[in-house]
Each structure stands twice: as structure tokens, then as C-alpha cells.
């Protein structure tokens, strides 16, 4: 079973940084497509970034664009999302999400693999 578990959240005031890790064990094959995605209270859980493992393309939500980066390392079995200049509205519970195939990157439906979540909650 494949399985993505994230660290690297916590509490920081606005303006600050945090990076994100998610490392997935369990694979025959390294996924195909790795994410970010995040809810608020109340909120759907919504697309951050993603990477497409093979060839390191990467996406972005407009809200996160130059200030968000999402990679991998060389072994490609942990993906970061370096989060910068964060703001309170970034504050939620943030996932990593595993998938095969290629899909609209930013759709929870196209992703079956999920992490428990690391919560990011940015102070103003």
C-alpha cells in the first residue's frame, strides 16, 4: 500500500517560512504524481502544487505562485513544499496525495493514495 506521510508543520507568524516533507514508502513503482493539497475549517481541501516525478514538471494554485515551491530529491521518495512569505489565509491542514497516471493535477478525485496531514497555522 502506498503510503505518503508529511512533517514539517507548525505554527509561524506572517511573513514566515516552513517546509513541508512527504516521504512515501510502500511502492513497487515511484508514484507517477505527487501533491500538495490543504483545508481549512470549513473548506474544501484544495489543490497547493504538484510534481510530476519523472520529469520534475512542476504546478501551482494561483494563491501560492511565487511564494510556494514544491520538489523532490534525487531518489525521488520525499517531496518538499517550501512554503515562503506565508500569510493566515495559508493556514489549514496540509496533505501530500500519491497518484499513477497523468490527470488534472489540482483534483483530489485523482489521487487515491493519501498522508494524515500536517497542520501550517500562520499567525498575523
Known amino acids: 500500500q502506498v503510503l505518503p506521510v508529511e512533517s514539517g508543520g507548525g505554527s509561524v507568524q506572517a511573513g514566515g517560512s516552513l517546509r513541508l516533507s512527504c516521504v512515501t514508502s510502500g511502492y513497487k513503482i515511484i508514484p507517477t504524481r505527487m501533491g500538495w493539497f490543504r483545508q481549512a475549517p470549513g473548506k474544501e481541501r484544495e489543490g497547493v502544487a504538484a510534481?510530476?516525478?519523472?520529469?520534475?514538471?512542476?504546478y501551482y494554485a494561483d494563491s501560492v505562485k511565487g511564494r510556494f515551491t514544491i520538489s523532490q530529491d534525487n531518489a525521488k521518495t520525499t517531496v518538499y513544499l517550501q512554503m515562503n512569505s506565508l500569510k493566515p489565509e495559508d493556514t489549514a491542514m496540509y496533505y501530500c496525495?500519491?497518484?499513477?497516471?497523468?490527470?488534472?493535477?489540482?483534483?483530489?478525485?485523482?489521487?487515491?493514495?493519501w498522508g494524515q496531514g500536517t497542520q501550517v497555522t500562520v499567525s498575523s
Open positions: 510534481i510530476l516525478t519523472g520529469g520534475g514538471n512542476t
Open positions: 496525495a500519491a497518484a499513477y497516471g497523468f490527470a488534472p493535477w489540482y483534483s483530489t478525485k485523482n489521487y487515491p493514495y
